[in-house]
């Protein structure tokens, strides 16, 4: 099975009161689906919000059993990092990339992708309402 999953992590300030949205879409049983996966996640930062989207989505992903996934996100720290262009200096990310990278290698075949917010609309705007039902935030 293949699945194609966008992420987006949201922080009302940075830190500040954080969520997450997922969406994945694959085919099973001849069946075509689409899952949201949205959480408040407390108080974070931006970048351990993309890094929890993330996290959520591939333990899911290994639910499944999949044997490709196809992520999309639009952080470009996060995918600089996990494609090693980029070091990851900050000690409170640390765990956050060694959970990630220790999951990704449970799925056969991982490509990495990033978009533009634009491209990720629909992860973005989970995350966002999410928090909006839970805060009352207005975006």
Known sequence: MVVEVFTDGASKGNPGDASIGIVLRYTAEGRDCIERIGMVIG?????????????????????LDADEVNLFMDSELVYRQLIGRYKV??????????????????IPRVTLNHVMRNQNREADAFA???????????R
């Open 89 to 106: 200096k900050s000690e409170k990310l640390q765990p956050f990339y060694e959970e990630a990278k220790r999951l990704m290698k449970r």
């Open 128 to 138: 966002n309402e999410v928090m909006r039902l839970y805060k009352g935030y207005v």
């Open 43 to 63: 108080k974070t930062t931006n970048n351990i919000a993309e890094y929890a989207a993330l996290i959520v989505a591939l333990r899911r992903v290994i639910k």
